[in-house]
């Protein structure tokens, strides 16, 4: 898409430093690092959210983030890491593009996990709420 960031990062129109590139994806250092080796993996074609995305997308991104993650662990050698990404705007998303962040993580470096970005359960069981699904 002619205005997305991301489509330009692809076409080299805006510069990157590259983690790992393959047919299907991209992988480069953010430019706003949230810790050492904070980087994003996108798929080569535009997309915005996991909703709107092709199974073939969804694969190729996913096989591109386990090799970013192995070239980050080749070069930083982090003990851990936090892997996810904002899914659409009220989520926090702010490019449209679908991009997953892949954030290493160190023993002590004081970051939280997955639960400390909601913690708002409401009043609706979980019993009654699977109901909802079957
Ligand atoms: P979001 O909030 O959409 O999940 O994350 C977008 C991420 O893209 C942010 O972490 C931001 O720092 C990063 N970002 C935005 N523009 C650029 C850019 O031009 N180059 C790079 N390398 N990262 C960018
Ligand atoms: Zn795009």
């Known amino acids: 898409m002619e205005s997305c960031i ?17 047919e299907y994806c991209l992988a480069f250092l953010d430019i706003y690092p949230r810790v050492k080796g904070h980087t994003v993996v996108i798929p080569k074609i535009h997309v915005e959210t996991i909703e709107g995305a092709d199974a073939q997308t ?6 591109g983030v386990q090799s970013a993650v192995q070239k980050v662990t080749e070069v930083l050698q982090p003990d851990a890491y936090s892997i996810g990404w904002n899914n659409g705007e009220e ?32 009043s609706t069981s979980v019993k009654e709420l699977a109901s909802l699904f079957t």
């Open 6 to 22: 991301f489509c330009k990062i692809i076409k080299k129109d805006i510069p990157h430093f590259s983690v790992y590139e393959d």
């Open 58 to 63: 969804i694969t190729t991104l996913f096989s």
């Open 91 to 122: 989520a926090g998303q702010a490019v449209p593009h679908i991009h997953v962040h892949i954030l290493p993580r160190w023993k002590g470096d004081g970051g939280g996990n997955m639960h400390t970005i909601i913690n708002k359960p409401g």
